[in-house]
């Protein structure tokens, strides 16, 4: 029987989704449909063929572009910060480190919040804990102060960071031979994050806020970072202490997931009087906790903790094709993405996915590893892994059957 030759002719489609949300968004401007999911989003179309200049969608004809980009409203996050304040620490006055809470720090992108222990002040016989507030930019001086009371409650200070970012795309041909680029291997797109110098950055921690325009190109990772620092004195026994520090975060209209979290913290530096309970941190649903589970642990300074939320991909192929020269699709065909993998517990590594093209066009894929800092490592079974590199190559065996 002769054998047949074929070629791609469709479009792969790939979407960064920021967090997946609780509102309905359509994307009508792509190549195809996206599944209903909150902005901001992105879709690349990459053209598998580089000679085609139009392709059917839907029944409709439209122009091929190599890159199309779409994001919506930029990026933001917001929350909640509580500090509980400890009572009965007057000595906390003349001692550095006084305050159990040093610092807090919150970016997204080119903003950012700090929260900066700056000692502590008695207003009618109360001990306040004094706070620095940084915004955006660190050649600007700190923009105020709050005074939390050392009245054993609990006191909230709302937050919020944003800003216009879009993704930037570029097409390069990287021709083999002197005919131009006539095959996909030839053409390579590349995507960057960055910031709409259009709009201006805000940040906003309680009553304060900053708005600046951004002031120059600014490349980031849809990636939302944490920081924060606690310290302890040996003058305090901690009495009725349980929880010191809350944090919750909202990422683009959804919620990061803290619950893998649940670990002690031992600090960097300790003191004659350290006790060894180190602070405990937790996590529930979007929110970050520290507390003392094992009572107070004396004097002791920077129990430090960072960490990172990436915003998840979420990959479609749903035009994906291959035809042969009939312009029938191969359907059975096996096509490999080593931009999908998949772990596997019992062999203990990452493996990337291999299916048919007509399982190419029906899958979606959102990652399910990798956007925490803290995920498991080894990563559950099955967990997902989506990489930036998305490419595919046909299966050598099944593509001796196809052209038997």
């Not at 065909?333 to 993998?341: I, T, Y």
């Amino acid at each position: 029987m002769a054998s047949r030759r074929w070629w791609w002719v469709a479009t792969a489609v790939v979407c960064l989704v920021a967090m997946a949300g609780r509102q309905e968004k359509r994307l009508e401007e792509i190549l195809i449909d996206a599944p209903d999911r909150t902005g901001p989003e992105f879709a690349t179309c990459i053209s598998i063929d580089p000679t085609r200049e139009t392709i059917t969608c839907n029944g409709e004809e439209k122009a091929m572009a190599w890159a199309r980009t779409q994001i919506d409203d930029g990026f933001e996050a917001s929350g909640v910060v509580r500090i509980f304040g400890c009572e009965d620490m007057a000595a906390a006055s003349v001692v550095l480190f006084g305050e159990p809470v040093q610092y807090i720090h919150m970016q997204l992108g080119p903003c950012f919040i700090n929260v900066d222990a700056a000692g502590t002040v008695e207003r009618d016989g109360v001990l306040h804990y004094v706070y620095g507030i940084e915004m955006i930019a660190e050649a600007i001086p700190a923009i105020g102060e709050i005074e939390v009371p050392a009245d054993g409650q609990w006191h909230e200070y709302e937050w919020e960071m944003r800003f216009g970012g879009y993704v930037a795309a570029q097409c390069v041909d990287e021709p083999i031979g002197e005919k131009g680029a006539t095959h996909a291997k030839e053409r390579v797109v590349e995507e960057q994050w960055q910031i709409n110098e259009e709009d201006d950055l805000h940040c906003r921690f309680d009553e304060f806020s900053r708005t600046i325009p951004p002031d120059a190109p600014y490349v980031f990772s849809p990636v939302i970072a944490l920081q924060t620092s606690l310290s302890f004195q040996s003058f305090y026994t901690g009495e009725g202490i349980d929880e010191l520090l809350q944090i919750s975060v909202n990422f683009n209209q959804a919620e990061p997931d803290f619950g893998l979290l649940d670990i002690d913290i031992e600090p960097r530096v300790k003191g004659g009087s350290y006790t060894g309970n180190d602070p405990h941190l937790s996590g529930s649903g979007n929110t970050l906790t520290w507390s003392l589970p094992n009572g107070w642990p004396g004097t002791c300074f920077y129990a430090d903790w960072s960490g990172s939320v990436t915003a998840p991909r979420f990959y479609k192929f749903a035009n994906l094709d291959v035809q042969d020269m009939d312009g029938e699709s191969l359907a059975d065909l096996l096509v490999h993405c080593p931009a999908v993998e998949v772990y596997d517990a019992t062999a203990e590594e990452w493996q990337h996915v291999v299916q048919s093209v007509a399982a190419w066009q029906a899958a979606s894929y959102t990652d399910t590893w990798g956007g925490y800092s803290w995920d498991a490592d080894p990563p559950p079974d099955g967990a997902v892994r989506l990489l930036p590199d998305v490419y595919f190559y046909i299966d050598k065996d099944s593509a001796r059957e196809a052209t038997a």
